[in-house]
């Protein structure tokens, strides 16, 4: 088929019609299908049920420093699961606080703290007369969650493959002393997949920002969540090249088991420089006698050291790779070479993203609802949920069962392709 800007009204008229033939068959089939949230499936989350075994009411739960874990104590993580994900984080375990199950937690709570308390002995930002953040889009809707419900303004950064346009981060960065973060998900984003290049990190970590209180946060979440064996992603670590580049303090790294172990049942972890972490344990220890110490342990006794957790990812790698090139394939065979949409062939994480025609994606997204299949909603991928384009669309292939997806994906392309046509008509 050839691409619908060349096609005639005559044509696109023909073809609207028989696409929605073709829609009101899939209305008939009574789908109830989830496609909107990057959550691992069942499959996945069986896979470490282990961890259910791995700690016995027989077993000696004192840790290597002979903590007893099940007491009070221990602020910043027993050094044996300080150890495990700092080797996740490709980081020093001195660098490392452990904290509890989720790192967006941990993300809500830094921006919080320095509302209220300021970045080492800076004015608290309630207290600054404005606060921004630069978000590069489309990103994950948490993050913009976040910095909306602090009433910080947020600035869109276009991205590209090499990770955001980096000339303008620069350039706002050190114009305006009320930038004070930037939001990156630096490895397999979401939700484009992409991973910065070796170029961006180094430019990240040479920003010069106005603000002595500026920090990058690095969400690192997708950082052993390869598709593949032997077509990884590898990046330049963000702390040390901050530390080359004589910015030690410019960073906030967060990651967490959450995709690795279980979702909410998981351990979570800041790293940063000595001067942060000093600056973060002021208020850690009143906010904590200190974090899930049982669950750090049995993480710890679970995967063993980071070898076990590379294995372990591997089998997830093996569950979610045949849904992404699924979902790939359908989106080729059904949309290629028409002009009506493009999408990322990630090579891990946990999304795909779809740039449709401008103006088309609220009223994809609305169809594939009507029809039962509930996508993320359209703007979603932007700060205040607005996409100046209203084309973005987050894919997320992981949840639902091979067959489901299939189903749910080739009825999406119908929506892309039908929604295309009435627009091009109008
Ligand atoms: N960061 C990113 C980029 C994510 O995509 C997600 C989950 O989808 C999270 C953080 C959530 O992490 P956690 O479960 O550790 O709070």
Known sequence: MKPYAEMSKEELVALRRDLKAKYHDFQTKDLKLDMSRGKPSVEQLDLSMGMMDVLSSDDDLTCEDGTDCRNYG????????????????????????????SSLNVMYDTVSRAMTHGIMGNEPWCRQDKIKFLCPVPGYDRHFAITEYFGIEMINVPMTSEGPDMDMVERLVASDPAIKGIWCVPKYSNPQGYSYSDETVRRFARLEPAAPDFRIFWDNAYGVHHLYDHDQDHLIEILAECKRAGNPDL?????????????????????TSHNNLEDIKVQLKNQTIGHDKVNQLRHVRFFG????????????????RPKFEAVEEILERELGGLGIGQWTKP???????????D????????RCKKAGVVMTGAGATYPYGKDPHDSNIRIAPTYPPLGDLVVATELFALCVKLTSAEKLLK
């Open 305 to 320: 050291d980071i070898h076990g957790m590379v294995e372990h990812m591997r089998k997830h790698a093996d569950i979610i």
């Open 74 to 101: 221990v602020l910043t993580g027993i050094d044996e699961a300080k150890e495990l994900l700092a080797d996740m984080m490709e980081v020093n375990p001195s660098t490392i606080i452990i904290y509890g199950n």
């Open 251 to 271: 960073v906030y790294k967060f990651a967490s088991t959450s995709k690795i172990s279980f979702p909410g049942s998981g351990i979570a972890a800041i790293a």
């Open 359 to 366: 103006g088309c994606a609220k009223d994809i997204v609305a």
């Open 347 to 357: 090579k891990g994480g946990y999304f795909i993203s779809f740039d449709s025609l």
